[in-house]
């Protein structure tokens, strides 16, 4: 769990100077530790402004799939587009209970991509079965890819709102606000995806009662079956208007109900994590933690060496961690007198660019 305060302390060196004694065993003061400032954000870009090198973009396949939040309608529009013209093309091709030619086709699609395959309409000849094989591949690709960033982006955008309702009465200004969606994001991004379902799964209960004329057990035991992916097949939306209504309806629940889970495992790993950091920070320290803690192994331990030692506990930094910043520190210490300064950078710099 990253640290997400900009003002908190942090350590001004890795490797802070213990106190040592002079001639005439004064001890020499002890530089503190200041509030310093972080890092700056990177863009994530391939060039800086400035000409500087910036942080690499990644290689793999699913790092170049990455849409901006405003394609998805688009990306969405151009699936489903394109599935619907090929289902309708070959509509006398699929079997079932039919009850528009293009609105069947849109369903069908839907149906398709999410997974749910009700069974009212299903592929009859080859080519229709190459399709839906297709089809049903690309559209999980398109909902894991694409339509959950888009949803993950809705509910921070709902989150919002509801921390803003919640402190209301408060009088809270706008930095606390801030400060809470910072410290609570996954939980309210949790509570914000809960009533999201719990408001689709009503209105598809009351939709397949009144116009679909399922009794209540019926219209939820349907719900649950489509939002599921399960889809069982005995119950499903059977007529024209049903079939407008499951195409969005259907999109929607079933992303939910994924985000749901997501979101309801990143709320249990928060909660492990934070319990982890009140035990690491309210345990008793011993002489065991202290020989542990001892990075340079001189017998005693500072202040940037125990706050390390700290965070190895909490699971926010490895050893492996701390030994390659140490390596660029010492290779960025030209003058290996234990600090970094100006000159040090330079010298080190220019030497990389000397280097062939």
Known sequence: MACNDANQPLLSEVAAPKTRRSNGDVPKRRRRLRRVRSAPFVDFGPTDTNGEEALPRSESIFGRLNINIKKVPLVLTLYLGIGTLCFYAIGNQIRGDKTNGILDAVYFCVVTMTTVGYGDLVPNSNLAKLLACAFVFTGMALIGLVLSKAADYLAEKQEILLIKALNMYKKAGEFEVLK???TKRVKYKFYTTLILLLVLI????VFLHKVENLDLID????????????????K???????????VFWI???TICLAQFFLYTAEVNTENRQRALVKWVL????THVDLEAADIDG???VGAAEFVLFKLKEMGKICQNDISLILEEFEDLDVDQSGTLSVSDITEAQSGETRTP
């Open 180 to 182: 809470e969606i910072e």
């Open 202 to 205: 009503l209105t598809g209960i």
């Open 219 to 234: 219209a939820f035991y349907c719900v649950c079956s489509t939002i599921t992916t399960l889809g069982y097949g005995d």
């Open 236 to 246: 499903s939306f059977s007529t024209e208007g049903g079939r407008i209504f499951a």
């Open 251 to 253: 999109l929607a629940g």
């Open 282 to 285: 309210t345990r008793k320290t």
């Open 298 to 300: 001189d017998g005693v």
